[in-house]
């Protein structure tokens, strides 16, 4: 952490403010066809301040965080503040501010040689080329990400939090016996942490990737589905989705106040009694979250935000202002991304929780219908209409497995298609390599059970 004299330099500032002095670094590694395509390290720091006055922010930032550059941009966002006030005051009167967090990461950063992830990559990429050569191609790539954030407060919250990720994804394609070409893509372990904390030996992949080649295979002579209202199993990473696209952007605050469907909706069944949605903070299910935040960017401590319980909507994701304006807790969702962006209300890891069903039992239960897998893409709008890809999943005949699904899509209204839900499997699984795009990046996860309902499936 900075030695600067902090409390020194804050002093000065009338009202809240927040000081943050961040280090974002990222690598990534490409390998297609045995070519090395991408061989990225890059890294950014600085520093940024905000000042809030009777309900304007000032804000400021600059590439540095040395203690005349923590000077300048506290003085820069106070004068900031001074001038949106005196143009176009809101005179909302002081924040409501929750009492100061602390914490603390004790593990340093760790760096991993460039080196080392190309020949990780290579030696992945070997083994599918070697074993299956017949592809139409293949690629690896390896992301490794590391944001380092310490936050000050005026009324003396002081973070330090690390978020290391990294995360491997294998993708195949092969061509059909009708000239179309199909692809299967998947993670392949990973999570938060440093690279030698997930990966050591490339052949502890080996069977991960076969996997992938098997269900390619399968695709390669898969069907499509017919269009319409079906009877799905909505597998976990589809039901992630779900939770964070086309329910979870509806719920945040800002877009609640700009018009979204949950708008006037808190109390209100919005999806079977049996689901229950929650935007966990840092510990999820009675394990460490994917992505784990402990202090947001306010100075806000991370709380668990309970959105659905048992069908009916409860909460909203809330900064400072908002939790004031709905009279609701502030749970911690301002994250900023980059050193000089400003904090907005984000999620952090978003789930359908579990149910008690077992996944064959589901699968048993259903005389005609679809299993869906994978999705690489979706779409939702504030009113919870939402279009997803899918790129894999089967039939479902009699209670068993069928054929392999060509791609398709799904879509419907999530507060109607979550009323539809009658079964969810006793066991959650993570996305973890997600990145938000509203109005600024942002990592995230999201995850969830199977789930039983009905939802608009697309045809050829």
């Not at 510990?283 to 806000?300: I, K, M, Q, S």
């Not at 069908?311 to 202002?321: A, K």
């Amino acid at each position: 952490m900075t030695d600067i004299n902090i409390n020194a330099l804050m002093a000065g500032c009338c009202g809240h403010a927040e000081l943050r002095l961040q280090k974002s670094a990222a690598r990534r590694v490409g390998v297609v066809g045995g070519n090395l395509v991408s061989n990225v390290s890059a890294t950014s720091a600085g520093a940024s301040a905000r000042v809030y006055k009777d309900g304007v922010w000032g804000f400021s930032s600059v590439g540095a965080r040395d203690e005349a550059a923590v000077k300048r941009i506290l003085a820069a966002a106070s004068e900031n503040a001074a001038l949106l006030h005196s143009r176009k005051p809101k005179n909302k009167g002081p924040l409501t501010l929750a009492k100061p967090a602390f914490y603390t990461e004790t593990r340093p950063p760790a760096v991993v040689e460039q080196k080392k992830l190309v020949d990780f990559a290579r030696a992945v990429d070997s083994h599918i080329q070697k074993t299956y050569p017949a592809l139409q191609s293949r690629s690896v790539g390896i992301t490794v990400n590391c944001i380092e954030k310490e936050l000050y407060t005026t009324e003396g919250t002081v973070s330090y939090q690390l978020f290391p990720r990294v995360y491997v994804i294998v993708s195949m394609s092969a061509e059909t016996a009708d000239g179309e070409t199909v692809e299967v893509f998947d993670v392949l372990g990973g999570g938060y942490g440093y690279f030698d904390d997930h990966y050591d030996d490339p052949a502890a992949l080996y069977p991960a990737v076969d996997a992938i080649y098997n269900e390619l295979m399968q695709k390669k002579e898969g069907v499509f589905p017919v269009a319409g209202e079906q009877l799905c199993i909505i597998d976990s990473a589809i039901s992630g989705m779900i939770a964070h696209e086309a329910v979870g952007h509806t719920v945040e605050a800002d877009l609640v106040l700009a018009g979204s469907v949950a708008a006037g909706a808190i109390g209100a069944e919005v999806a079977s009694p049996l689901v229950n949605l929650t935007d966990f903070a840092h510990t999820a299910f009675g394990e460490r979250a994917p992505l784990p935040v402990y202090v947001d960017d306010e100075g806000t401590e991370c709380k668990d935000a309970v959105l659905i319980k048992d069908g009916v909507l409860t909460g909203y994701m809330n900064n400072l202002e908002s939790a004031a304006h709905f009279g609701m807790p502030a749970c911690g969702n301002a994250r900023a991304f980059g050193f000089s962006d400003e904090p907005l209300i984000r999620m952090r890891n978003t789930a359908v929780h579990p149910g008690k069903d077992k996944l064959e039992d589901m699968i048993a239960s259903v005389d005609n219908g679809y299993y869906l897998t994978k999705t690489q893409n979706g779409q939702a709008d504030t009113t919870g209409e939402f279009m997803f890809g899918v790129t894999m999943g089967y039939e479902i005949k009699n209670g068993k497995l069928g054929k392999a699904l060509r791609d398709t899509t799904i879509s419907g209204v999530a507060f109607q298609m979550l009323k539809t839900v009658d079964m969810l499997s006793d066991t959650v699984r993570w996305d973890f390599a997600g990145t938000c795009g509203k109005k600024q990046p942002m990592h995230v996860s999201m995850g969830g059970p199977a789930i039983r309902c009905r939802v608009n499936v697309g045809g050829r």
